[in-house]
């Protein structure tokens, strides 16, 4: 054999040290994009659970899913942020409430409060019972003759939005008072 000759052992062991390199390479390639892949399916794509119960008012769960899927998701999105406002005055009122039990010569700091949120409480109350009203006629409606369901939806969704948007901004001073509180907000 010549010097110019060419080995077999020794091409077949760099043949399997550049396969196991690009193996690897791979590998990470693979990795970093099954991580990347799920980490924007994690923040973009993945969507919170359809809520269908609320606190403060009784609707059936279908007619949540109805406002949400049929009516106006906006409409779904002011159900749900009023809702969620009542709860956290209920949690407010209690909190008063206990201070007032804990400190009984300073109950008159805490009845002024009380007063004005039961006040603010009762109208968003009042709002969402009759909101939640209508939709429900809509609904049955709806489910009754899908021509005249579709008709009242057209007609009356932008009007029950804009009454929960209304009722919500109108108390936004003192939500963003109670949600600047951490023992209320939580």
Known sequence: MTASSHNPITSLNNTRGGAAGILIVLILVLAAAGGGGFLAYTK???????RTSL???????EIIRFVHDTVSPALYQNLITIDDIIVMMNKERDRLKRIAKQFPDQVSITDSRTRSLVESHDRLAATLTDTAASIEKIYVT??????N??????????TLTRRLADAIREESNLVS???????VAT
């Open 55 to 61: 606190g403060a008012v009784k609707m059936k769960p």
């Open 149 to 158: 369901g579709r008709a009242q939806i057209n007609t009356q969704r932008g």
């Open 44 to 50: 973009y794509y993945k969507k919170e659970p359809l």
């Open 142 to 147: 709806w489910l009754v003759d899908r021509t």
């Open 177 to 183: 008072r109670l949600r600047a509180n951490p023992d």
